[in-house]
Structures are given as structure tokens and as C-alpha cells.
């Protein structure tokens, strides 16, 4: 008679099924770690170069450690000379795996309100990547990402429409976060609503937009429209001495010159940063009060709210003002 096994025959289920458990939950006790530890991959649409709460969020989108950039594209007005702010930025940061595309361009014209920071810069010598067809590295992107990608897009959007027309399936792999609109607040806090900039400069390419497949979140000028650093926070960033920080206060010095604020406001605090609240939402949702709500936008650049219309993920309010601030400050100033 053969030695009798280790293990009595009645114990054995019991003995696999502990084993099993055991081996069960370290598999998935380790990809719940992995999907902790995951980067979500986003592509950032922007107009940098105009209003300057661009080149902020582009700053804080780079010292974000929740992000993997995969693609930077320029939009609207003079694409160049926005890609050409986006490559020595990424430059500055060290990121020149992170590839530049150049969108669709419908002026050669200013204001080119940070040009000096770029007087001396040619495309041609970033040693990345850099695209001129940016639509179709958008495109590009999104389709053979093994992940769905997350489209961050702080300007007029007519990339998107355009990238939707060439390949509508791109809704069907990346979901929108945005800064668009006015729901129940317009700029500066006030109780009417505004034809919000983003919208209104081009509200067929956000009507296409905003009536794709993919999952749409945005902020509106209800929570972004008010988001200024100021005092402890902005004097942090004033004093920071990494190369990030000190590129951001160099461009937010050129624009600030352009404009007709005191000198003294610029000692002060920041502009208005609308766009830094969509790069949060990128990968958070916890500071602010979401609302489903059907938005349709109007031909004249309005937003107006219609359960009929396609139900998007609105931040129509603050949970924590004060500790996005922080939060954006810490970001900012990163090392």
C-alpha cells in the first residue's frame, strides 16, 4: 500500500480552497495596488499663448503624478506659435518624450501676448516629437492606446470637431474634460450667465463636441471662473526656484505687460485660472459638487441647461476651495 499523502483525503478540499483564497486574494490584492498606482493617459488641447491660465495648467499638468501625457496639441489661431510655447515648456521640464502636435491653424496673427519668451525658439530644435498634422497624432493616439485616453481641452475645440469628423470612433475610446460654459454662474461669480470665451469662439466645433459618444465632464465658469492665487500661495510660486516655476512667473510677467492691470497686481496674485480646474478633474472629482445635467450649446456660444440634450458631468460648485488651492499651489512649485 502506497504511503498515505501528507494531507488526510478529507482535509485536502479544504486545504486548496485556503490555498486557492490565498493565492486569489494576493492577485488580486496586487492589482488593486497596480490599478492604484496606474497613471491615467491624457492628451492636452490647448490655445496657450492667449489668456495665460494655459501655460498654469499645462505646468500643473506636467507635476501631476496621476497623469501620463501622451500628446500636447496646439489649438486654434496661430498653431505654431502655441506649439512652440507647449515644446520649450516640455523642454524646460525635462519632458521631451512627450510629443508636440501642431492643430489646425486659422491665423497667422497675434496677440502673441508671450512671444517674447519664445523670440529665440524654433520648432525644428525640440528634441522630441513634433507632429504639424496634430489632428491626426490626436486621432492616432486615442485609436491604438491599449487604455482609454482622457482629452483634456482648455480652448475652442475645433481639433475635436475636426479629429470626430476624420474618425468619429475616437468617442468610443477617450472620454472629454473640459473648461467650457456658464450654467448658473458667469465670470467673475456673477449671477448671470455668460457666453463663455471657449464656447463662443467656436460653438459648432463644441456642438460636435459636445454631442459625441464619449463621456463628457466639465468645468464651467461656475467653479473655474473665480480661481485666483493669491497671498501665502502666490508668494510661494514667486519664490520657487524650479525651472517650471520660475518659466510660468517669466511668461505670467510678458503677458502681464500686455494687459492694463496696475503693476502692482502682478506683486499680488495670479490671473484668473480657469484652466487648472480641468486638469484636476482629469483625475479627480473630490474637491468640487458634480451634477449630471443635459447642456445643449447654442449657436451664439451659449450654454444652456436641457434634459432633453445630452447629460454631461457639470462642477457647478465648491466641496473645498481652499484646499484646491493648496493643492494647485503644491503642484505648481513641485521640484
Known sequence: MPNAPFFRQSTIPAVLIAIGLFLSLAISGTAAESSVNAKIPVILDTDIGSDIDDTWALVMMLNSPELDIKLVVSDTGDTHYRAKLIAKLLETAGRTDIPVGVGISFSNEGPYRQGPWIED?????????????????????????????????????????????????????????????????GYGGSDKVSREYNVRQNSKACQAAFQAAWDITITPLDTCGTVILDGEHYQKIRNAKSPLALALIENYKYWFETSRQPKEVFDQRSSVLFDTVAVYLAFSEELLVMKDLGVRVEDDGSTVVDEKAKTIHVAVDWKDYNAFKDLLTARIIKE
Request: charged share 25%.
Open 121 to 185: 525658439y524654433e520648432l525644428k530644435d525640440y528634441p522630441g516629437k513634433v507632429h504639424e498634422d496634430g489632428v491626426q497624432a490626436l486621432i492616432d493616439t486615442i485609436m491604438n492606446s491599449e487604455s482609454p485616453i482622457t482629452l483634456v481641452c482648455i480652448g475652442p475645440v475645433p481639433n475635436i470637431a475636426e479629429a470626430l469628423k476624420r474618425e468619429p470612433r475616437i468617442a468610443e475610446k477617450a472620454r472629454f474634460v473640459g473648461m467650457h460654459g456658464s450654467i448658473y454662474k
